[in-house]
């Protein structure tokens, strides 16, 4: 009988190792399972709230440089408050879609400059996005009052930029009308410099600002399901290293 028990104890050390092994499958497995699941829902929720824009000039430095790659959240034109920088098209202005920032709403006045800064409803806009050094006194213009439902926009770059101010004598004082903006830009993703900056100079005048989308939860899923795959695929290969090692001692 004793050598009976003897022979026994081995199957049920091999019988644990297996049960663990089964274990490790499984849960490797679902890591891998539910990776993909954010992994796809990530790629899948940004191409239905987002679009791509490579900026073509260098008029939003140092927001945004020539050649960068944005993404632009779908949203109505009747959703963008002052400080956005939008994507909109007006054949007024070019055949191809223009990347701005809106400084003015319909009702609003606005003009430059006063002590070297933008005014709207007579108020003196703080604006830390514009280039340093830049002087405001360079893109002086009259006051403005924007007709209802149309933006005003500038360039962060306003000395070489063909924004507003250079279609002044438009029949809508170089407004946009809301409905030509087809996205609130969001983020630079190329390079990587993430998500915009909040314009805060704009609370002065006691507006609401716009919320970001979800551009960091996107990469969140993304990101998180990608590693949950890596580690679930490295699961396998990992334990049969372990277990490789453990027979060899």
Same mark, same amino acid.
């Given at each position: 009988m004793g050598e009976s028990a003897?022979?026994?104890a081995p199957r049920s050390g091999t019988d644990n190792r297996a049960a663990g092994g089964r274990a490790g499958q499984t849960l490797s497995g679902l890591a891998v399972a539910l990776g993909l699941v954010l992994f796809l829902a990530g790629f899948g929720w940004g191409a239905v709230v987002y679009r791509p824009y490579t900026?073509?000039?260098?008029?939003?430095?140092?927001?945004?440089?020539?050649?960068d790659r944005v993404l632009a959240q779908r949203v109505d034109g009747d959703e963008?408050?002052?400080?956005?920088?939008?994507?909109?098209?007006?054949?007024?202005?070019a055949n191809a879609p223009v990347v701005k920032r809106?400084? /003015? @709403?319909? &009702?609003?006045?606005? =003009?430059?400059?006063?002590?070297g800064k933008l005014t709207v409803?007579?108020?003196?806009?703080?604006?830390?996005?514009?280039?340093?050094?830049?002087?405001?006194?360079?893109?002086a213009f009259p006051t403005v009052t924007v007709p209802e439902g149309r933006l005003f926009?500038?360039?962060?770059?306003?000395?070489?930029?063909?924004?507003?101010?250079?279609?002044?004598?438009?029949?809508?004082?170089?407004?946009?009308?809301?409905? /030509? @903006?087809? &996205?609130?830009?969001? =983020?630079?993703?190329?390079?990587?410099?993430?998500?915009?900056e909040r314009p805060t100079g704009f609370e002065a005048l006691g507006s609401e600002l716009s919320e970001p989308g979800?551009?960091?939860?996107?990469?969140?899923?993304?990101i998180g399901g990608a590693a949950l795959v890596l580690l679930g695929a490295a699961y396998g290969p990992i334990a049969k290293r372990v277990g490789g090692g453990g027979r060899g001692r």
């Open positions: 003897t022979r026994t900026v073509p000039t260098g008029s939003m430095t140092p927001t945004i440089n020539a050649g963008i408050r002052r400080g956005d920088v939008v994507v909109f098209k007006d054949p007024n202005w809106v400084v /003015a @709403v319909g &009702g609003d006045t606005v =003009a430059c400059c006063t002590k409803n007579g108020k003196q806009i703080d604006e830390p996005y514009l280039p340093e050094g830049e002087p405001a006194e360079s893109i926009l500038l360039g962060d770059e306003r000395h070489g930029s063909l924004d507003s101010t250079a279609h002044l004598q438009d029949a809508a004082s170089g407004s946009v009308a809301r409905s /030509a @903006v087809s &996205g609130r830009v969001d =983020a630079v993703v190329w390079p990587m410099n993430g998500l915009l979800p551009y960091r939860l996107i990469v969140y899923m993304i």
